[in-house]
């Protein structure tokens, strides 16, 4: 697939694939990645499959290892990464092999997707964070891995992030399409919740997501499950197989880099927030989404 460079107002670059003009990471990329990329839709689901359905930068780590541990019935650390279930960087044989039920994950739109998913009602669990969040943890992900070849700067990012020119495309037609998704199919079997939601009450999403995929356990199991995905143990004790997924420039893995809600404030001008809400305003018109940017 050919590699893009996608520069910014100052000519910094950012390294992606370039799918039919639809943007993905280049650093997974298979001997045949379009070939499977392109073959994704045809892939046969299984009737427990669940799939974890973000954005990136919204959280996905976090959920991806309670969801697991959820459909596992076990609140036992995970010994591998999410990435080993995320739809477009494997391989379909990968995929086929994944002991069941599969907590499967991934960040392209919905019609990329294996479309068995749908005629089967995999369960869905979708996840949001704010934009101006996911715009900072974005950029400290592009600038620390190494295959992204990205020494931008942060004044230029936020016009780069509004046009999409990242991979997986703008957060605004992400999160359109999800929300037209739900509006389209409201007998789906899928879960919202988001990152601040999470963040504010973490047991409280927990308990609603096992109820929804139908867990069988009690209140001490679900405790006993968020304690474990909490930022600091998820940091402490995921870090090392992180190395394993991606070239971190530093040597150090940044996956777990702050794990707050409202860090855009350190990080946005109030230019910059002024520009970014009336981008907002103007992508977003008629969509119902609410992204709360504070928990207070
Ligand atoms: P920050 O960069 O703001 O810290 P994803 O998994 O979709 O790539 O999202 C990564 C973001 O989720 C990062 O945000 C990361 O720190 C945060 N994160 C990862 N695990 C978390 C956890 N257990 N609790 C809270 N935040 C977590």
């Given at each position: 697939m050919p590699i893009k460079k996608l520069p910014d107002n100052s000519g910094a670059t950012l390294t992606v694939v370039d799918l039919d003009g639809y943007y993905l990471p280049?650093?997974?990329?298979?001997?045949?990645h379009e070939e499977q990329i392109r073959s994704l839709p045809k892939w046969k689901a299984r009737d427990d499959d669940v799939i974890l359905c973000t954005y990136?930068?919204?959280g996905t780590h976090w959920l991806w290892e309670i969801v697991s541990m959820l459909v596992q019935n076990k609140a036992k650390r995970i010994q591998t990464v999410k990435q080993t279930a995320m739809l477009e960087v494997i391989a379909e044989e990968s995929y086929d092999n994944l002991p069941s039920p599969r907590v499967l994950n991934s960040h392209v739109y919905f019609e990329y997707l294996p479309q068995d998913f749908a005629k089967r009602k995999c369960k869905i669990v979708y996840a949001m964070r704010n934009p101006k969040d996911v715009a900072v943890s974005f950029y400290n992900h592009h600038s620390k891995i190494?295959?992204?070849d990205f020494s931008g700067k942060w004044e230029d990012y936020v016009s780069r992030f509004v046009k999409g020119d990242v991979d997986y495309g703008t957060w605004f037609e992400y999160t359109l399409k999800w929300e037209k998704f739900m509006a389209d199919n409201q007998d789906y079997p899928i879960i919202v919740t988001t990152y601040e939601d999470m963040k504010e009450d973490s047991l409280r999403e927990v308990t609603r997501i096992a109820k929804f995929l139908e867990v069988d356990c009690d209140q001490a199991f679900l405790q006993e499950v968020t304690d474990l995905c909490h930022f600091d143990k998820m940091k402490k004790e995921k870090n090392a197989l992180e190395e394993q997924v991606a070239g971190w420039k530093d040597g150090k893995p940044g996956m777990y880099r702050k794990g707050d809600v409202g860090d855009w404030k350190n990080w946005f001008t109030v230019a910059q927030s002024e520009y970014f809400d009336s981008v907002y305003m103007e992508k977003m018109k008629g969509s119902k989404v609410q992204p709360r940017y504070t928990l207070r």
């Open positions: 280049t650093f997974y990329e298979l001997e045949d990136p930068k919204s190494i295959e992204y």
